[in-house]
């Protein structure tokens, strides 16, 4: 199969593929091995006739040719390689990757990135050649930048005068990695390039000095970064630097440093649950919060949201954010990621109804007026009388865990920016249904449960493990326990039943689960089971 990259070399067409199909080939060439393979991946990567996320696909996984991850990547399958040696591809290496080294953008940066992280010798390369190479302009920031750390690698005479002055480059990539080097191979330099970036206009560029400056030794550094947390204080500072300043005053030990901080810190409102997150409404990132959107493995923000009117990927528990940015503001999308129940999106709202009679109902709170509401309970949705409800819990957020405590605040200000970001569209009208009558008459009335006491008779713990991929057995009927029994304290099932509350939007109002959403809580045995469950 590896074989038939060869219909893909530079200059080649090849039979039609769609990209998955030629991902296949990439990974059957890298799993394969040998140098043979490793110089298909090396000629597909240069065939510009190819889609350029393929052809960085082929770099990065000769990037990790060495050390192979334990799973598949292109099945998903745990499939470990083991440790491969340099020693039988390096050649290769050096003599196929020339022709990339002619290219520009990512595909040149990568290719540098691989004659550095293998120690490629190539003729051009040397210390004179990427000079020369830094000096051209249209090859974009990343590879320039690449070049820059191949040169440093190299440590000419002149190294830290060529890194002062691409630390004041219009490119601001560049600038950044050269200001970063420039604080490892000449530090006396480094706080004068950091002023200047601070005050170049470049966000980027600004935010990577003002994180710089948090490491860099003496009294000066010290004294730039306490003024930039008093001129946070007074309003004067840019605000897409404002959390790179609060995080570099919090590594500096100078005690001017650490009282500017505290005075900072007492100046945040103590009942502004938002206060220590404002930092976070302004520099972020689009691109880096577009993939946290997608990808965050904790946030799992696409488990309950789409972003369009379409058949997209998303799930349907809370509000759709097509044109969520045209609608709201930054302090809005921060405040519904912090305090989600500070206002819940209308229609998706989850309440708890207790009715004269006794019986409960939860749901999502869809529309309201003087006598009625509509109560959305998994398909059904049921119009009840107010009159009938002796008690209702405020509406709460599905949103469980806050995003505060999932995400860091350099993800959240890039969340944030992303989500301003969406412009376009609005979310689609939801359909229109008539909501069915509900009689709370008809509703059961939830008992309190006396606590289950462990029969005498009861098959040790052992005998009753089974295996996860078997059905469970039916329940055993058991002779009643004698023992006395003491009742559940109403205030305990009260407190469990508003703490469920938060649960609803994945299992359901009735802990009956939501498909692919989230498992059935009710009847389960890992909840009404033995104990050891």
């Known amino acids: 199969m590896a074989a038939l990259l060869d219909e893909y070399s530079t200059g080649s067409q090849g039979r039609p593929l769609s990209r998955m199909m030629l991902r296949r080939l990439l990974h059957s060439a890298f799993r394969v091995g040998g140098p043979e393979n490793a110089a298909r991946l090396l000629r597909v990567a240069a065939n510009q006739a190819l889609d350029e996320n393929e052809r960085l696909e082929a770099l990065r996984l000769l990037s990790v040719w060495t050390s192979p991850p334990e799973v598949d990547q292109s099945l998903g399958r745990y499939a470990p390689l083991g440790k491969r040696d340099l020693s039988g591809i390096k050649r290769t290496l050096e003599r196929e990757i020339v022709p990339l080294l002619s290219r520009k953008g990512r595909i040149l940066a990568a290719a540098i990135g691989l ?44 190294i830290g005068e060529t890194l002062t002055r691409f630390a004041d480059d219009k490119d601001s990539r560049l600038a950044s990695r050269a200001l970063e080097l420039l604080v490892e191979k000449a530090p006396e330099a480094a706080l004068a390039a950091a002023r200047s970036a601070i005050t170049s206009g470049q966000t980027d560029r600004a935010q990577r000095a003002w994180m710089v400056a948090a490491d860099l030794p003496g009294d000066e550094a010290a004294s730039l970064v306490e003024s930039g947390l008093r001129d946070l204080m007074a309003g004067t500072l840019d605000p897409a630097v404002a959390l790179e300043v609060v995080e570099a005053a919090g590594k500096r030990e100078e005690k001017k440093v650490r009282d500017a901080m505290q005075e900072y810190l007492g100046s945040l409102p103590a009942d502004d649950p938002l206060a220590a997150y404002r930092v976070t409404l302004a520099g972020g990132n689009v ?32 509000p759709n954010l097509a044109g969520i940015g045209k609608r709201h503001d930054a302090e809005y999308l921060l405040e519904s990621l912090i305090e989600p129940n500070a206002e819940v999106a209308p229609g998706f709202g989850v309440v708890s109804l207790t009715f004269a009679n ?65 412009r376009e569209g609005a979310p689609p009208e939801p359909p229109q249904r008539k909501a069915k009558p509900l009689d709370p008459a008809t509703l059961p009335v939830a008992v309190a449960q006396a606590n289950p006491q462990p029969s005498e008779s009861a098959p040790p713990k052992s005998a009753r493990v089974r295996r996860l991929d078997t059905p469970a057995p039916a329940a055993e009927a058991r002779e009643p326990v004698s023992a006395p029994t003491t009742e559940i304290d109403p205030a305990v099932m009260e407190a469990g039943k508003n703490a469920f509350i938060l649960c609803i939007g994945c299992h359901g109002p009735e802990g009956q689960g939501m498909p692919a959403v989230g498992p059935p809580l009710a009847g389960s045995e890992w909840v009404n089971g033995p104990p050891e469950n």
């Open 115 to 158: 004659v550095t992280r293998y120690d490629l010798s190539i003729e051009g390369l040397d210390p004179a050649g990427l000079a020369t190479l830094l000096e051209v302009e249209d090859l974009g920031g990343e590879a320039r930048s690449k070049a820059l750390e191949l040169l440093v690698k190299h440590d000419p005479d002149n």
């Open 287 to 318: 691109e880096r919060g577009h993939g946290i959107f997608h990808t965050h493995p904790a946030a799992q923000c696409l488990r309950c949201h789409r972003i369009d009117q379409g058949h997209s990927e998303g799930g349907e528990a809370g």
């Open 358 to 422: 006794g019986a409960t109902k939860s749901g999502v709170l869809v529309s309201e007026t003087e006598e009625t509401l509509d109560l959305l309970e998994g398909s059904d949705l049921w119009q009840v009388r107010k009159l009938d409800i002796k008690e209702r819990s405020k509406p709460v957020s599905a949103m469980a865990p806050p995003m505060g405590a999932v995400l860091r605040k350099r993800e959240i200000r890039d969340l944030v920016a992303w989500l301003v970001s969406l």
